[in-house]
């Protein structure tokens, strides 16, 4: 399981924190089985500041191999 900021956070310009977009986070997920993939993206006041809060979460898995059950 993760979040993931995405590219249209608010917060996208900040070098010292990763983005990422829906694409990326399918890339990272290669190999596993994706439970859940979904993207969210909403104004949110931190600090009595407007925030755009644009969010990827995942649910991940491994791949269940009948070859793996016989070793």
Not at 20 to 26: G, H, I, M, T, Y
Not at 29 to 49: F, Q, Y
Request: proline residues 1%; negative net charge; charged residues 25%.
């Amino acid at each position: 399981m993760g979040h993931f900021f995405g590219l249209r956070h608010s917060w996208a310009s900040q070098v010292q924190m990763s983005f990422q977009s829906v694409e990326d986070v399918r890339r990272l997920s290669e190999g596993l089985e994706v439970i859940l993939l979904r993207e969210t993206e909403s104004p949110m006041i931190i600090d009595s500041e407007s925030v755009n809060w644009h969010r990827i979460d995942v649910i991940v898995r491994k791949v269940h191999s009948a070859k793996a059950d016989q070793a």
